[in-house]
């Protein structure tokens, strides 16, 4: 059972039920390297384990027999802090942008912000475009789904349009994602 503890300066804690604390009457045993050394009791594999001068360690409960590697505490910690790094770092890749506009917006500010939306979708992140109307500029829909079109066609060589223009009470939004790769 795998726990995560934040203490005051924010580093990562993970608690792991090993040697002793593992207390089920079958464990399916692995070895240091992911082989398997079959099914024993949990006292089998703890002795085994003294043996070899290492821990045994539940990497997890949820399967029949729990599964226990052999492996020595500190190596496996430090290999389920690499692997939760990795994850966020690849999370990270298509990381959600968003620009705002406006109806009624000069021509050197959308300029501004098109320059801006190549820039992002060049970079292979995605780009969620809003639109917000307010007082009695809802009356112009029609000039909001203009300036979204504009956007569109002039990035149709960076991105692709995910989600339509759709208007959400008086905010009008839609989504670009990048075409290809990142640089």
């Given at each position: 059972m795998i726990r995560k503890k934040y203490n005051k300066n924010r580093s990562e804690q993970i608690y792991v039920k090993a040697n002793h604390q593992i207390r089920?009457?079958?464990v399916r045993v692995l070895s240091e390297h992911g082989e398997s050394l079959g099914e024993m009791s949990s006292n089998e594999a703890l002795e085994k384990a003294m043996?070899?001068?290492?821990d045994l360690v539940l990497v997890t409960e949820k399967a029949e027999p729990p599964v226990v590697k052999i492996i020595e505490l500190s190596k496996y910690k430090y290999q389920l802090k690499k692997?939760?790094?990795d994850t966020r770092k690849k999370?990270?890749?298509g990381e959600l942008k968003e620009l705002r506009f406006t109806p009624f917006m000069g021509e050197a500010d959308f300029q501004a912000r098109n320059?801006?939306?190549r820039d992002f979708l060049e970079k292979g992140h995605k780009v969620k475009l809003t639109l917000t109307f307010k007082g009695r500029q809802i009356v112009r829909k029609d000039l909001g789904f203009e300036v979204f079109e504009k956007i569109f066609t002039n990035n149709v060589d960076l991105g692709k349009v995910s989600l339509p223009p759709k208007l959400?009470?008086?905010k009008l939004q839609a989504q670009l994602d990048p075409i290809g790769k990142k640089k």
């Open positions: 089920f009457p079958r043996e070899m001068e290492s692997k939760t790094a999370s990270k890749t320059r801006k939306v959400i009470g008086k």
